[in-house]
């Protein structure tokens, strides 16, 4: 659990692993979120599935109390109320009251403010309490196979493409993608059918194979154009996909 305290202006919340609750819990704050005006006063709550992420515009400062569930947690509850635990998580929901929901978390909020007397055990249980709250009445579970929306896949592969010769991370990508670094690996892995490192290569290899076909560059440059940290990082890549390295193809182009 963290307390987030915002100024007025653009508010972000970025993509985590976990579900989330998140709890209004100061002053009354109006704002505006996709052209909808909102007002969020105490106890308000948002659910918010794991890889969720948003952005809107607060008019007054606000202070929200930040939960996170891990998955091992709802899986817990919902074994012991004898439902699938299996891919369990929450569904989406913004701007509704729920007392026990507020009730467990401003609980949990003042214990840990009191300098948590009571120990690590009431705090495992009142969090066990609020899994099996929300497994109870706001389950949506996540299907196992689930990957990429088509704007997403399209917005990563097209980012790809364009920046195959600059350095590519999981932090660039995910943020093209709207996700967090570690859920874009499973997403790409479940979309592509290969994981994002080695998608990255592949698509390297056939750049460099169209330049050095091409003949207009030296291998040096094709290294650099194809986004290669230098040649023969380019020429073992190379010879693991095609069978051949960069020095033969360019060969057998001037041979042909």
């Known amino acids: 659990m963290e307390r987030r305290n915002t100024l007025p202006g653009v508010v972000q919340l970025r993509a985590a692993d976990v579900d989330r609750i998140r709890i209004h819990a100061g002053e009354p704050v109006r704002g505006t979120c996709m052209n909808h005006r909102f007002l969020y ?3 308000d709550i948002d659910l918010l599935p794991a890889g969720y992420s948003d952005e809107w515009q607060e008019d007054d400062a606000g202070s929200s109390l930040l939960v ?3 998955a091992g947690l709802l899986r817990r509850a919902a074994e012991d109320m004898g439902v699938a635990s299996d891919g369990v998580g929450l569904d989406a929901r ?3 009251r729920d007392a026990q929901i507020e009730h467990i978390v401003f609980a949990l909020d003042a214990h840990r403010h009191e300098g ?3 120990g690590l055990l009431f705090e495992e249980s009142l969090g066990l309490a ?5 497994v109870g009445r706001f389950r949506a579970p996540r ?3 689930r990957g990429f929306s088509g704007p997403q896949r399209r917005r990563v592969l097209d980012f790809i493409e364009a920046h195959l010769s600059e350095p590519l991370t999981l932090d660039r990508l995910a943020s093209v993608a709207g996700t967090s670094a570690s859920h874009l690996k499973t997403l790409f892995k479940r979309s592509m059918g290969v ?6 290569v592949q698509r390297r290899v056939e750049r460099a194979r169209v330049l050095l076909e091409g003949g207009a560059l030296p291998l040096a440059e094709v290294a650099l154009e194809a986004g290669f940290s230098h040649q023969s990082h380019m020429a073992r890549c190379m010879r ?3 069978g051949i390295t960069p020095g033969e193809l360019a060969r057998a182009r001037r041979a042909s």
């Open 41 to 43: 006063t105490r106890g």
């Open 68 to 70: 996170e569930l891990p």
């Open 94 to 96: 913004h701007g509704f």
């Open 116 to 118: 948590r007397p009571s």
């Open 130 to 134: 609020l899994a099996v709250h929300l």
């Open 143 to 145: 299907p196992a196979a």
């Open 195 to 200: 994981p994002v490192h080695q998608y990255v």
């Open 240 to 242: 693991r996909a095609l």
